[in-house]
């Protein structure tokens, strides 16, 4: 059974903090993602891999940066949490014809 | 450039009810077309999808067909139950990087 999988299910975090946001998956893909959901503005992309050590800016990446030492590993991080910064986030990994995705990090920013 | 334009929610239906959500697209090119699921306090999993023009996705009595004259990918069923409420995303992807475009997402409420 293919997995994404993500390090917490909730967190909550001080303004100010550094947080990081794991993400793993199995099915040895190339390219990852990281989304942020908001009630009324669905999935918006933060950033995106498409190979080890290679990163691409989403929609909104203000605020976050990204990690990618390994094929199976994809981190978001957050430099200095806000707390327009409380939000679902969800990894996900992709092929052609599927997009695989983590059961979501709640992340609470107080 | 590519985006996905979905009917707003919330959606409430009695059980048994017909069900439609609308999907519209805009892509360059031919994108293959999704519709994935999301179950309160879960990440979304794929219901079905569609990788050409006229092509009928099925799943779980959900179906949807790809109209490429309309530019659109509406999902239907015939009898909801309560077990479908969820909220539910109508999507795109394109061969870039297998990216993916979603829509804003319809919640459906099915009552008893």
């Known amino acids: 059974d293919v997995k994404v999988t993500q390090s917490s299910r909730y967190l909550v975090k001080r303004t100010g903090e550094k947080v990081f946001l794991e993400c793993v998956q199995d099915?040895?893909?190339?390219?990852m993602f990281w989304y942020r959901q908001d009630p009324g503005l669905g999935l918006r992309l933060i950033y995106f891999s498409y190979d080890v050590k290679m990163k691409e800016k989403g929609d909104i990446p203000e605020g976050y940066s990204v990690s990618r030492e390994k094929k199976e590993r994809f981190s978001l991080i957050l430099e200095s949490a806000s707390t327009n910064q409380t939000s679902m986030y969800l990894c996900?990994?992709?092929?052609?014809?599927?997009?695989?995705f983590g059961q979501g990090t709640r992340l609470t920013v107080v | 450039g590519n985006s996905v334009t979905q009917m707003e929610g919330p959606v409430t239906l009695s059980e048994e009810a017909f069900l439609t959500i609308n999907c519209t697209y805009t892509a360059t090119g031919y994108p293959s077309l999704f519709w994935y699921v999301q179950y309160p306090g879960e990440g979304l999993q794929l219901l079905l999808k569609a990788t050409k023009a006229d092509d009928k996705g099925s799943n779980k009595g959900f179906e949807a067909t790809y109209r490429k004259e309309t530019t659109s990918f509406h999902l239907e069923k015939g009898s909801v139950q309560v077990s479908d409420s969820a909220v539910y995303f109508c999507?795109?992807?394109?061969?870039?990087?297998?990216?993916?475009?979603f829509g804003s997402g319809t919640k459906l409420n099915v009552k008893p």
């Open positions: 999507a795109l992807s394109r061969h870039n990087f297998n990216k993916f475009y």
């Open positions: 996900a990994s992709t092929r052609t014809d599927e997009a695989f």
């Open positions: 099915m040895d893909h190339e390219n």
